[in-house]
Each structure stands twice: as structure tokens, then as C-alpha cells.
């Protein structure tokens, strides 16, 4: 009997809406060039960034399946996680491999310290030291973990203090996103505030954002893809996003 009790949220855009479909299109395209590339001669560095572009693609896939179920505040949750590895896509597409291979190791630092070979422990400690991290301090420590990869940046001075988002947003170049990034942040955290929002301007907000954010890692990804040798076509790649802004701009005036 309860298998016969469909609900669901109320849904503005659904699966045959043109944005989602034209959306997809464009995100079907360069996943797409990613799996046709997926060669064992292309360096681990490139692979690994290779492989973040293709979480970013799907993630905007997420987000746009979980705006047709009419989720519009869990799809700008997830654009806020999708925020935070454009930056780190930008940052990684700016400096030398050493910094991609250090942030793609820089998980031996992730388990507690007491389980650590003794290399690993020796190394973290050092690391530990030249940020002046308080290993008492979990905030600090967390920190260390999750942006401590940034001091394998040539030429950047690290401490403890700069060890956050906000500095990595900065050096990505988005920090104009930092106000947009925070009203999603609202969106994670359940408060009273978040059950005033309109539907209709959430949506807004976030397929927005998320267009902003396809441009600015397509933009990304092909400079990319060109650097390792690829020749993406250009003037398609230009008429999917072209079309994709015009449809937005209909449906969302």
C-alpha cells in the first residue's frame, strides 16, 4: 500500500525544461572529452586535475537533478561545495605540477598522527612546525589538513593564518563569489531564516551561479585541455554556452 503514496516537492524546472536539457548537453560534452582521454602515457598530475574537472561537471549534473526534484536549497548546498573546487581548479590550472602533486599526497597527512608510519609522522611534524599550527587546536590542525597543500605554492609565504577558504578563494581569483558563497553556507546550516526563502528566487540563485560557474571551469578546461596537447572545438564549445545563456535568460529574466 505505502509503495502507492507518491510525493514529491513542488518543481519549477523538471527533466524536459530547456535549461536542464541544454544544461546537460553541454556538461554530456566535456565529460565526454574526459573519457575519451583517459590514456595511461598522460602524467598523474594531469590526471589528477583531469579528473577534478570531471567531479565538477558531475557535481553541476547533481545539482541540476536535484532543481528538476524541485530541491532548490539542497542544489545551492551543493553549489557550494562545487564553489570550493572551482578554486581549487583555478588554483591548481595556475601554478607548477609540484603543487597538483602535493595537494593530490597531501592526504598521508589526513589520518591522526599516531597512525602514521614514521616517515609520514616526521614529515608532518615539520609541516606542522613551519605553519605554526597548535596540534592542541583542532580548528588549526583541520586547516592544516584541508589547505596546507597551498604551501607547496613557489614564492607564497604560509602560516596558520591563511590556512581557510577565504585565502584560497583569493588566490583563485574569485573572491567576488565570497557573499554568494555565504548565502550557501546559510543553506547548509538549518535556520529559521532559510524557511522564508522563495522558491522561485532560489532557483534564480542558483542556476545562476551555476551557469557562472560552468563558464568559469569550461574556460578552464579548455585552456587545459589545449596545455596537454588537445584541441577542443572552439566555436562548439561557444555555441553550447551561448545557447545555454540564452535559455536562461528566457526562463529566468
Not at 558563497?181 to 535556520?191: I, K, P
Request: with cysteine; hydrophobic share 40%.
Amino acid at each position: 500500500m505505502l509503495e502507492n503514496i507518491k510525493t514529491s516537492a513542488v518543481r519549477i524546472v523538471n527533466e524536459y525544461n530547456p535549461i536542464y536539457c541544454r544544461f546537460n548537453i553541454l556538461l554530456d560534452y566535456f565529460l565526454n572529452i574526459g573519457i575519451n582521454n583517459h590514456k595511461k602515457d598522460k602524467e598523474n598530475s594531469v590526471m589528477a586535475v583531469m579528473k577534478l574537472f570531471e567531479t565538477a561537471f558531475l557535481k553541476l549534473k547533481g545539482i541540476l537533478k536535484l532543481i528538476a526534484n524541485g530541491l532548490e536549497k539542497e542544489a545551492l548546498v551543493v553549489w557550494r561545495s562545487l564553489h570550493e573546487l572551482e578554486c581549487v581548479i583555478s588554483v591548481l590550472c595556475k601554478n607548477e605540477k609540484a603543487v597538483t602533486e602535493e595537494f593530490e599526497t597531501f592526504n598521508r597527512f589526513g589520518e591522526k598522527r599516531d597512525n602514521m608510519d614514521d616517515a609520514t609522522k616526521a614529515e608532518y611534524d615539520k609541516r606542522i612546525a613551519r605553519f605554526g599550527i597548535n596540534v592542541k587546536n583542532n580548528n588549526e590542525v583541520d586547516h592544516f589538513k584541508n589547505y596546507g597543500w597551498l604551501g607547496a605554492i613557489e614564492g607564497l609565504t604560509m602560516t596558520k593564518w591563511n590556512l581557510n577558504f577565504r585565502f584560497l578563494e583569493d588566490l583563485a581569483g574569485l573572491s567576488e563569489k565570497y557573499k554568494e558563497y555565504q548565502v550557501a553556507c546559510d543553506a547548509s546550516h538549518m535556520n529559521a531564516k532559510t524557511l522564508k526563502w522563495n522558491k522561485q528566487i532560489v532557483l534564480d540563485f542558483v542556476l545562476k551561479r551555476c551557469f557562472n560557474s560552468a563558464l568559469f571551469i569550461a574556460t578552464n578546461y579548455t585552456k587545459f585541455l589545449e596545455n596537454n596537447g588537445l584541441k577542443p572545438d572552439h566555436n562548439l564549445i561557444g555555441n553550447l554556452i551561448g545557447h545555454l545563456k540564452y535559455i536562461i535568460d528566457v526562463f529566468l529574466p
